[in-house]
């Protein structure tokens, strides 16, 4: 089949790879319908996650048609059109019992999404089936839920998010966006999204953002401050993963909240004295995309939820370079990519 | 007066110090009627806190009479018994609301303690009063109150310790000892406790532990897993606050878990990347002790606890040196200091 590889730092292209097979009888393979680029993608293509030895496909969020299952498979057959949870997972086993879908004993992560064809582990607990094939305006809606959605969602959870909080938003990026729309959800009075650019403050404002923080570090912090009269967030969302954020993410919570953190930790060092003199908490972690999926699933058909906004750029598949250029180049929010034919 | 004064590493003294006196009008002078040695005195004692630049009093759990009291205090009067949290507050401020007392914005310490009488600040808030001064048999519970109960109750509540839990307890000192009862009052199914001193070992069982782990380190790890079959503790209190402690808490925690700390961290390094993948959470910090004070005395008073059982040495106040000492040597659990005349 025809994948998204990656060579070295940024160098994709999209090349001939083997197919995907069926490996274990729970497997199945999924013919990809529509597929994205994750901002943390981007910490491969930075070359931040260590040295590329050789070619591998990338790529964790896509939605397709079940092309052929395992002979455990008993939930799923050829021709159901699904969802497929980036952290692939049974469902069943002690950890996705406790809602940790993402850490299944038997878990896998989606590893040729933005590809022809991608391979599903536990297929009976990872996918979710939905009604037929998404049209082009529900499909971005849908790639959303596989990830970012369920991200966001993650964050405003794991913060502790309820009726009539003060939440925070640290990072503006797709999921950062639906952490915006999630806390809403939630219920959340006041919600204040950091974010300098005018196009993603646009979508925060949309998705239910209060109050909207452009400076940076430090005036940040008093420009929250001040918006909450000295008292600052009861919950914040990490939703970047880097030692800036984590620590402005700290300084805009107050005492008794809970960082929830979704962006994955890169040279991150905690504010441990803080956290232990005011009882700031950190929780979050990798989504369970499962978990939350069926329910995000209804909020999107009911219209109550539009995850689908944080897409500006739709490019085919095989300019799938170009998309990551342009979200390196934080030139576009988050890129969907369309079948080639 | 006469108070307990610490002048370097291993120095204390019981030495001859100015009177406390009202300093704001919300202040009151509690005459101390009983007094103790709490572990994080040890860390001043070891020098783990930094040099001691001069000599000054220590010392932060006590109960007594209130002296005389500052003209804003409404609440209490000379002659009324009370329970002085180790974290004074005005238990009205935003911090306090949300139910962080221990980070109030007009808060303070107690600072001695371990003396002939102790100054508190926000005397409104802080106290909470108790019928006639505790005979010889409640003074132990009464004293745990002010601190090492309340601390072990914060590390089972941060935990998220609920019926049905499985709990591990990492620390055998007064407070991780307290943190098996809080577990046990809380509902746990089964409590784990860490403890290679079979005395420490006998008040945990007595306490609640179901299961007592004498290992240490990666042993104790291999322990516990094999106890939960693999899954590993829904809920970990860290009641040490080194980086072994930390370490080995979340070693045990299993993925969704929370670590509910309340050792005060000295050198700690968190394993954020197992926090991430597993989605294992930090919470806790100072103990809100007035939050949880009238629900725990409540509890001491039906004799559904007794948090007394953790004193296993009474000295009188000038003596204290030689319970700092059998704290220190680990040849006392916590000493319990009784008024001179």
């Known amino acids: ?42 910490w491969h293509f930075r070359g931040e996650n260590g040295p590329i030895d050789e070619p591998r496909t990338i790529g964790h969020e896509c939605v397709g048609i079940v092309e052929e299952v395992g002979p455990q498979v008993r939930r799923f ?4 059109h699904v969802l497929v949870p980036f952290c692939q997972c049974d469902n069943t086993c002690p950890n996705c019992q406790v809602g940790v879908q993402s850490a299944c ?14 391979r599903v582990a536990q297929a009976d607990g990872s996918l979710v089936r939905t009604e037929g094939v998404p049209d082009a305006a529900t499909m971005p809606a849908m790639l959303a839920l596989t ?28 999921v950062g966006l639906c952490g915006v729309l999630a806390a809403s959800v939630l219920g959340a009075e006041r919600i204040i999204a950091l974010s300098r650019h005018a196009d993603r403050q646009r979508i925060a404002r949309a998705y239910g953002a209060t109050d909207v923080i452009a400076e940076r570090g430090e005036d940040a912090v008093a420009a929250l401050k001040e918006l909450t009269g000295g008292v600052k967030a009861d919950a914040v969302l990490e939703c970047v993963g880097t030692d800036q954020a984590m620590r ?3 300084d805009v919570a107050r005492a008794g909240a809970t960082v929830g953190m979704v962006g994955a930790p890169h040279g991150v060092e905690l504010p441990l004295r803080t956290m232990f003199s005011k009882n700031i908490g950190l929780a979050g972690g ?56």
Not at 147 to 168: E, F, I, L
């Open 105 to 118: 004993v038997n878990g896998a992560m989606t590893a040729s999404g933005q590809a022809e064809y991608a």
């Open 147 to 174: 990830d970012v959605m369920a991200t966001g969602w993650h964050a405003a959870v794991s913060a502790g998010v309820r009726p009539g909080s003060t939440v925070a938003v640290v990072g503006d990026g797709a």
């Open 77 to 80: 057959k050829a021709g159901d």
């Open 248 to 250: 402005t993410a700290f």
């Open 286 to 341: 990798v989504a369970p995309v499962r978990r939350y999926l069926p329910e995000l699933l209804d909020l999107t058909l009911e219209g109550r939820i539009d995850p689908g906004r944080v897409f500006d750029v739709t490019l085919p598949l095989d300019r799938v370079a170009e998309g990551y250029a342009a979200m390196d180049e934080r030139r576009a929010i988050k890129v969907a990519l369309t079948p080639i034919s």
């Open 1 to 42: 089949m025809r994948a998204t590889t990656i060579h070295g730092p940024g160098d994709i292209r999209f090349t001939e790879v083997p197919d995907p097979v069926i490996a274990a009888p729970t497997d199945a393979i999924v013919k990809v319908t529509g597929s994205c680029i994750c901002g943390s993608d981007l």
